[in-house]
């Protein structure tokens, strides 16, 4: 693979990335209400689960889902349901404060990360993104080092980009700020995920 194919793959990864959906929801909320490091842990879960689908789709797995159609609507159903769930919990947990600092940041880095990967793996449509991309970018004849450093490309952009959302949305402002109006972000958040997931099962 040339350079300019690495770049162009990462270029394209990032436009998609940046593209607001469930994981930037999630991403604003966590760094709003936990702070950056429950927010660099869902970063780099969702890395990780980019990683995986985009290794899914070097493996033919977007060719999968275009031949047994059936397996990508099943999954497109399990995954709008965690997104829904996820924004039930949102919305129910809306009225409650934010932790205190001095008691530590409520959700752990295993647990961000675990999150973050769970979240990114609900929407199978990425695999189908990668595949088209990778028709065109990453030859027949890559070596597995070039297909390796093609999913480092994946991982770092998608990391790099959530971990710059985490960073902005945990300043001592933006906090601040959601603090002021936590109810009510949490609820059209939750409403937002809620309506993304459910957008994930339409045509």
């Known amino acids: 693979m040339s350079a300019l194919a690495f770049v162009t793959l990462a270029l394209a990864h990032l436009l998609a990335a940046i593209s607001p959906g469930p994981s930037f929801v999630l991403s604003v909320k966590t ?18 689960a980019a990683t995986i689908w985009a290794g899914a789709a070097l493996l033919g797995l977007s060719l ?60 199978p449509k990425p695999a189908i993104f990668f595949g088209a991309i990778f028709v065109g970018l990453v030859p027949a ?40 109006f936590k109810t009510a972000l949490d609820r059209s958040l939750g409403v937002a995920l809620g309506a993304l997931g459910v957008r994930l099962v339409l045509p």
Not at 153 to 178: C, D, K
Request: positive net charge; hydrophobic residues 60%.
């Open 31 to 48: 760094a709003a209400a936990e702070g950056y490091r429950p927010a660099l842990g869902l970063a780099l879960g969702f890395g990780l």
């Open 64 to 123: 999968l889902f275009e031949i047994a159609p059936l397996l990508f609507t099943a999954l497109k159903f399990l995954g709008a349901a965690f997104l829904v769930w996820l924004a039930v919990r949102m919305w129910r947990h809306a009225p409650d404060p934010i932790p205190a600092a001095e008691a530590g940041p409520p959700r752990g880095m295993r647990s961000a990360i675990r999150l973050g990967t769970l979240a990114m793996l609900a929407n």
């Open 141 to 180: 004849t890559s070596t597995p080092a070039e297909k390796a450093l093609v999913l480092f490309n994946i991982f770092w952009v998608e990391a790099a980009w959530y971990i710059l959302v985490a960073r902005l949305f945990s300043l001592p402002r933006a906090r601040a700020a959601y603090g002021r």
